[in-house]
Nanobody, 124 residues
């Protein structure tokens, strides 16, 4: 199995920045790609961005493209989400998830393992 732990969330003002981390452990050799999702109160969990482990291929949701950047440190089994120009509508619990099959995906059921989430709150 694979364990994922998110960190780096917090409270920031609109226009500010945060950097989230997702540390993977366990059978990390089986992970092909990692995605970030978020869920605001009363709303469904939505896709944010994903990255493939080997090639670094990325796919961003339109709502965050140009503001968020995903990256990874393969040696440390860690992915990062740099969030700039944050808006109040970015407020949500952010989850990272691991996909075992080839390719990247933006659908929840394509990911086998999930972290517990980290809260991001953006004040206006």
């Amino acid at each position: 199995q694979v364990q994922l732990v998110e960190s780096g969330g917090g409270l920031v003002q609109a226009g500010g920045s945060l950097r989230l981390s997702c540390a993977a452990s366990g059978r990390t050799y089986s992970v092909h790609s990692v995605g970030w999702f978020r869920q605001a109160p009363g709303k469904e969990r939505e896709f944010v961005v994903a990255i493939s482990w080997r090639g670094g291929i990325t796919y961003y949701a339109d709502s965050v493209k140009g503001r968020f950047t995903i990256s990874r440190d393969n040696a440390k089994n860690t992915v990062f989400l740099q969030m700039n120009s944050l808006k109040p509508e970015d407020t949500a619990v952010y989850y990272c998830a691991a996909r075992l099959d080839l390719g990247v995906a933006a659908t929840r059921n394509e990911y086998a393992y999930w972290g517990q989430g980290t809260q991001v709150t953006v004040s206006s």
